[in-house]
């Protein structure tokens, strides 16, 4: 009998456990913690902690390219980072103080490189490291927003996605305004 069981489980091919029906949800639900505005999942803390830190260096870089900027249309893009994550950092904080979550303080090292390379740029240099490090940061976060926003069942989560997402696509529509985005390179290192 064992030697049966045992050709039989050899006869049928193994499959990924996560990708069996049913199980991609209980996987979920297993890292999720209820709240009072809905289970809040591993995921959603991961977007509420991104939208954190990148308004932690991107109002700096927007501050920086409204002093600096050798054009207005980065100049006008820089007004838009800084008065869109102004207003979606006081959103995140306080979903995170009702989900009692923790945030940064202070951007990623790769943030924070990031910033340097737009203070060592000038002119035109600087506009184009400006636009194309911001257009290929927001370009990245979009498909995560849309991908909360669906699955998400926490009614705090699904709202700071949608605004999130609204003030993303202002941004990168902004940034595309400018004229110095190369999008042959953000298509190549996807």
């Given at each position: 009998?064992?030697?049966?069981?045992?050709?039989?489980?050899?006869?049928f091919p193994m499959w990924d456990y996560e990708d069996r029906s049913g199980t991609t949800?209980?996987?979920?639900?297993?890292?999720?913690?209820?709240?009072?505005?809905?289970?809040?999942?591993?995921?959603?803390?991961?977007?509420?902690?991104?939208?954190?830190?990148?308004?932690?260096?991107?109002?700096p870089a927007g501050k920086q390219a409204m002093e600096r900027a050798p054009t207005p249309?980065?100049?006008?893009?820089?007004?838009?980072?800084?008065?869109?994550?102004?207003?979606?950092?006081?959103?995140?904080?306080?979903?995170?103080?009702?989900?009692?979550?923790?945030?940064?303080?202070?951007?990623?090292?790769?943030?924070?490189?990031?910033?340097?390379?737009?203070?060592?740029?000038?002119?035109?240099?600087?506009?184009?490291?400006?636009?194309?490090?911001?257009?290929?940061?927001?370009?990245?976060?979009?498909?995560?927003?849309?991908?909360?926003?669906?699955?998400?069942?926490?009614?705090?989560?699904?709202?700071?996605?949608?605004?999130?997402?609204?003030?993303?696509?202002?941004?990168?529509?902004?940034?595309?305004?400018?004229?110095?985005?190369?999008?042959?390179?953000?298509?190549?290192?996807?």
């Amino acid at each position: 009998m064992a030697l049966t069981v045992t050709v039989g489980a050899l006869a049928f091919p193994m499959w990924d456990y996560e990708d069996r029906s049913g199980t991609t949800q209980a996987y979920a639900s297993a890292s999720s913690v209820d709240t009072q505005w809905g289970p809040l999942t591993a995921q959603d803390r991961d977007l509420i902690y991104r939208v954190r830190l990148a308004g932690l260096w991107e109002m700096p870089a927007g501050k920086q390219a409204m002093e600096r900027a050798p054009t207005p249309e980065i100049k006008e893009a820089g007004d838009h980072l800084v008065n869109g994550h102004a207003d979606l950092d006081r959103r995140v904080r306080d979903v995170a103080k009702k989900l009692g979550m923790t945030l940064p303080n202070e951007p990623t090292p790769e943030q924070q490189g990031w910033l340097a390379q737009m203070d060592a740029a000038q002119g035109k240099e600087y506009e184009r490291t400006f636009a194309q490090l911001l257009r290929s940061a927001h370009g990245k976060i979009f498909p995560v927003i849309g991908k909360v926003r669906n699955e998400t069942r926490n009614s705090l989560v699904r709202q700071l996605a949608s605004d999130t997402n609204q003030t993303v696509l202002d941004h990168i529509t902004m940034l595309e305004k400018t004229g110095a985005v190369d999008f042959d390179a953000i298509a190549n290192a996807q």
